[in-house]
C-alpha cells in the first residue's frame, strides 16, 4: 500500500535542469495500489546510449568529451553542448553561444557540435561552470539523450603572486596563498573570480595578453606589468583604498578598444618609485580621474612616460592633470610629433585647466629619435613645471598651435612656468601669434643653459627677492621682460629685450633715483646683473635696470635718453674701480658765466658700460644712478677755498672701454672739444648727468679729494702774475 504521492518524470523533459520546474512532473496525490503502468514514451526508434559522461575538470585543460553511440541503422548526427554559469544564470545556454553576444567571454572554443570540446582563452573565468551534452540521432523520429552534467572547479587561493615572466593567461606563471606565507603552483591564473588580489613581484615581468578582471592588484618595485594592445585590464573597487598600486613599472599598450577600467569607484595609485608608461590610443583621462585621494597627490618622485614606439598615437591627458617626472619620448628611427588633437597637451581657458608637472618635465632627452610636443593649454596660468625643464637635441617644444587653429580646448597655448633648472639643446618656443610666456618662480638659483634655440615673447621672474636667474646661454624676449622679484644674472651673456616700447618692453625693476638731494635706498632686487641690451627706436628715456651682485655693489641702473640713432643698445654695470682721473683747475665759461673743474681721481666703485651689437652711433643724454652701497670714493663738497667756490656736483664721463686714466676725456676743451659732452651739466652722486653724447664708451664719474673739487664750481675772481716760465700763478 502506497501513502503519500506519486512523481513522474514527463516524456517532453529531456534536459536536466538545475532549477525544479513542475511542468517536467506528473503529480498525484490519490492513494493507489495500481500497478504504475508503462512510461508515457515508447521509444519507436534505435536504441541511443550513452557509455562516457563528461567528467569534471579541475587543475587540468578545460576539456570535456562523452562516448554514445546508436543503434542500427541511426546515427548520432548531433552533440550540442551546454553551459551554466551558477553565479549568474538560471538555465542553460549553447556553448556555442559563449563567445558571443550577452557573454562575449574571451574564449577560444574547439569541437563544438562533436562528441569533445576544448575551451582556451580566459579560463580562469569559468570556475564552477557546468557543462552537460546532447546527443541526437539522424532520421525520425529523433532520439534525444542528455548527459550527466559536469564541473570546471579548480583549486584555488585568495591571492596570488607571480613567480616568473610571461602572459598573464600562462597559468605556471603564478602561485597561491591564503596568508601570504605558505605559497603552492597556481592551478590557473588570478581573477577577481577566484581570489581578491594578484602581486607582480619583484623581478618578474608579466604580460597581460587576454581581457581580466582583478579586485586589486600591486606592482612590485622591480617587477612590470605589460598591457597588451588589445587586452582590458578591469579592476574593482573592493578595498577601502587604492585597487590597482603601481610601485613598479605599469607599460599601458592598450588600443583606444582596451583602456584601463576602474571599474565604478576603484582607484589606482603611483609609488614614489613607480613608473606608468603609455604607447598607444587608450584613453588617459581616467589616470587623473580616478587616483587615489586626488591627482594632485601623486608623488613628484614618480616616472610618467609618454612613448611613441609604433604601438599607436600615445593619448595624452593635460587639463587639471598633475603628473611626476613627465618624459615625452621616441623609440623609433624616426623622428616622431604628437600632433593631433589627443596627443597635445590641451585645456581651456580655466585656472583649473592648467597642466601641472611636480617633478622635471624631458623632452625627447630619452628615446632614439626627436619629438615635437605641442603645449596648447590655454588656461591663464602657463603650464608649471616644479622641476627642471629640458628639451633634448632635435627635439622641439611649444605653445605653438599643432594646427594653425583653435577651440576651447586648444590654441596658442599660454607657455612654461619653472621652479628649475631650463636646458634647452633643441627649441623651446613660446612665442607664437604674440603670445607665450617663460615665466621663473623658483626659490632657489634657476640655471639657464644649453646649445639650442630659445624663441621667446614674453619672460617674467617671480622669484623670492634676490634670488638668481642664472643665464648661461644668449637669451631674448620679443616683448617684454617682467620683475616681480628676483635677479637675472647674465655672466658674460646679453639678454634682449626686442620690442622698442620705452616703458612697455622692461617693467616691474625698481624706479631709478632722482632727486635732487638724499640718497636712494634701493631693495637690490629686481634687475639685471650683467648685460641688458635694449631695441632703441623712439625718443625717450630708456630705462636700464641693471646692476652688481646684492653683496657687491647691487642695483645701479642708467637711463638712456636717445635723441638720434635706431637700433640696438646694450649696457651693463661693472664693479671695481673705474681708473684714475687727475686734471685741473680747468677753466671755461657756462652762459657767460665763468666756471671751472678740477678731479684727482674716479670716485665710484664701477662703471657703467654700453654697447651697440647693430653698430649704431646714437646721439643721447645718459644717467647715471649709484647705489647707496656704492661708496662716493673721493667725493666732491661745499667748500670755498680761497676765491674759488667748489661744489658738490657731479658728471658721467666718457672714455673709450677700458680706460684706465680718464684724464684726457674730463671735459677739457682743449683735449676734448666735443667728444666729452657738455661740461656745463651737472648732478648730484645719485643722479649723475652726462649731457650731449655720441657712441659708446664705458661712463663714471670723476671727485676730488682733499679739498675736493666738483663740476661745475664758481670762479667769482681771481689774481695772477706773470713769471718767465708762463705760468699764472
Not at 216 to 227: F, P, R, S
Not at 317 to 331: C, I, Q, R
Request: net charge negative; charged share 10%; aromatic share 10%.
Amino acid at each position: 500500500q502506497l501513502i503519500g504521492f506519486t512523481q513522474k518524470r514527463t516524456a517532453a523533459a529531456v534536459a536536466p535542469n538545475t532549477t525544479y520546474s513542475a511542468s517536467d512532473w506528473t503529480l498525484s496525490t490519490t492513494q493507489s495500489c495500481s500497478h504504475l503502468g508503462i512510461g508515457p514514451y515508447t521509444v519507436s526508434a534505435p536504441a541511443l546510449n550513452i557509455t562516457s559522461h563528461p567528467a569534471d575538470v579541475n587543475c587540468t585543460a578545460v576539456t570535456f568529451s562523452v562516448t554514445a553511440s546508436a543503434g542500427a541503422p541511426a546515427t548520432i548526427s548531433e552533440y550540442v553542448w551546454k553551459f551554466n554559469d551558477p553565479v549568474t544564470m538560471t538555465g542553460w545556454d549553447n556553448v556555442s553561444a559563449m563567445t558571443g553576444s550577452p557573454y562575449n567571454y574571451p574564449l577560444t572554443i574547439t569541437g563544438v557540435g562533436t562528441n569533445s570540446i576544448t575551451i582556451t582563452g580566459n579560463t580562469a573565468i569559468l570556475q564552477d561552470f557546468q557543462f552537460y551534452v546532447e546527443v541526437k540521432t539522424s532520421g525520425s523520429p529523433q532520439c534525444i539523450k542528455a548527459s550527466n552534467a559536469a564541473q570546471y572547479s579548480y583549486n584555488t587561493r585568495k591571492i596570488y603572486r607571480s613567480v616568473a615572466n610571461g602572459n598573464w593567461s600562462d597559468a605556471t606563471k603564478w602561485e597561491m596563498s591564503n596568508d601570504m606565507s605558505t605559497w603552492i603552483a597556481a592551478c590557473n591564473y588570478p581573477t577577481s573570480r577566484n581570489s581578491s588580489q594578484a602581486i607582480i613581484k619583484n623581478g618578474t615581468g608579466i604580460v597581460l595578453d587576454i581581457d581580466n578582471d582583478i579586485d586589486k592588484l600591486t606592482i612590485e618595485a622591480t617587477g612590470t606589468l605589460e598591457v597588451s594592445a588589445n587586452s582590458t585590464l578591469t579592476v574593482y573597487d573592493s578595498t577601502a583604498n587604492a585597487d590597482l598600486i603601481v610601485n613598479g613599472t605599469y607599460f599601458d599598450r592598450a588600443n583606444s578598444a582596451n583602456s584601463l577600467n576602474l571599474s565604478g569607484t576603484a582607484t589606482w595609485q603611483l609609488g614614489a618609485s613607480g613608473t606608468v608608461i603609455k604607447s598607444n590610443t587608450s584613453s588617459a583621462a581616467n589616470y587623473r580621474d580616478q587616483y587615489e585621494s586626488g591627482i594632485a597627490n601623486i608623488p613628484a618622485t614618480a616616472t610618467w612616460i609618454y612613448r611613441y614606439n609604433g604601438d599607436g598615437n600615445p593619448t595624452v591627458v593635460s587639463a587639471g592633470m598633475f603628473y611626476p617626472n613627465l618624459f615625452f619620448e621616441n623609440t623609433t628611427g624616426a623622428p616622431f610629433s604628437f600632433n593631433n588633437t589627443l596627443m597635445i597637451l590641451s585645456g581651456g581657458v580655466a585656472p583649473a585647466s592648467v597642466c601641472t608637472v611636480k617633478g622635471n618635465c624631458n623632452i625627447g632627452t630619452t628615446g632614439t629619435a626627436a619629438v615635437t610636443v605641442y603645449n596648447n593649454n590655454l588656461s591663464t596660468s602657463p603650464m608649471l613645471i616644479y622641476g627642471n625643464l629640458t628639451v633634448g637635441a632635435n627635439s622641439i617644444f611649444t605653445n605653438a598651435s599643432y594646427n594653425g587653429g583653435s577651440s576651447p580646448s586648444y590654441g596658442n597655448g599660454t607657455g612654461f612656468e619653472v621652479k628649475g633648472n631650463v636646458t634647452v639643446n633643441g627649441t623651446l618656443d613660446a612665442n607664437t601669434a604674440s603670445t607665450g610666456i617663460l615665466k621663473f618662480s623658483g626659490t632657489g638659483t634657476q640655471v639657464v643653459s644649453g646649445s639650442g634655440t630659445f624663441d621667446l615673447w614674453n619672460v617674467d621672474l617671480s622669484k623670492p627677492a634676490q634670488t638668481l636667474v642664472d643665464q648661461l646661454v644668449n637669451l631674448t624676449a620679443n616683448n617684454n621682460l617682467n620683475f616681480v622679484g628676483g635677479i637675472l644674472k647674465t655672466n658674460a651673456n646679453v639678454f634682449t629685450v626686442a620690442n622698442g616700447d620705452i616703458a612697455a618692453a622692461v617693467t616691474g625693476h625698481e624706479a631709478p633715483f632722482t632727486s635732487v638731494s638724499g640718497a636712494p635706498s634701493y631693495a637690490n632686487d629686481r634687475y639685471v646683473w650683467g648685460k641688458l641690451e635694449r631695441n632703441v627706436n623712439s625718443n625717450g628715456l630708456y630705462v636700464y635696470p641693471v646692476g652688481d651682485a646684492v653683496a657687491g655693489e647691487g642695483y645701479n641702473p642708467l637711463r638712456f635718453d636717445r635723441k638720434t640713432g635706431s637700433g640696438y643698445a646694450t649696457a651693463e654695470f661693472i664693479p671695481g674701480d673705474p681708473g684714475a682721473c687727475l686734471i685741473g683747475p680747468i677753466y671755461f665759461t657756462c652762459n657767460g658765466e665763468n666756471k671751472f673743474f678740477q678731479y684727482s681721481d674716479m670716485t665710484s666703485e664701477g662703471k657703467w658700460r654700453m654697447v651697440s651689437s647693430t653698430a649704431t652711433t646714437f646721439g643721447y643724454d645718459i644717467y647715471l644712478h649709484p647705489n647707496q652701497a656704492n661708496a662716493n670714493v673721493f667725493p666732491n663738497e661745499d667748500v670755498t677755498v680761497g676765491q674759488l667756490f667748489y661744489k658738490n656736483n657731479y658728471r658721467a664721463l666718457k672714455a673709450p672701454n677700458g680706460t684706465s686714466d680718464w684724464s684726457a676725456y674730463a671735459g677739457d676743451p682743449t683735449i676734448c672739444p666735443t667728444a666729452c659732452g657738455n661740461i656745463c651739466e651737472v648732478g648730484s652722486y645719485y643722479n649723475i648727468p652726462g649731457i650731449g653724447y655720441s657712441g659708446f664708451s664705458d661712463f663714471a664719474p670723476a671727485g676730488g679729494s682733499g679739498f675736493t673739487t666738483a663740476l661745475p664750481v664758481e670762479l667769482t675772481s681771481f689774481t695772477a702774475s706773470c713769471k718767465d716760465d708762463n705760468v699764472v700763478e
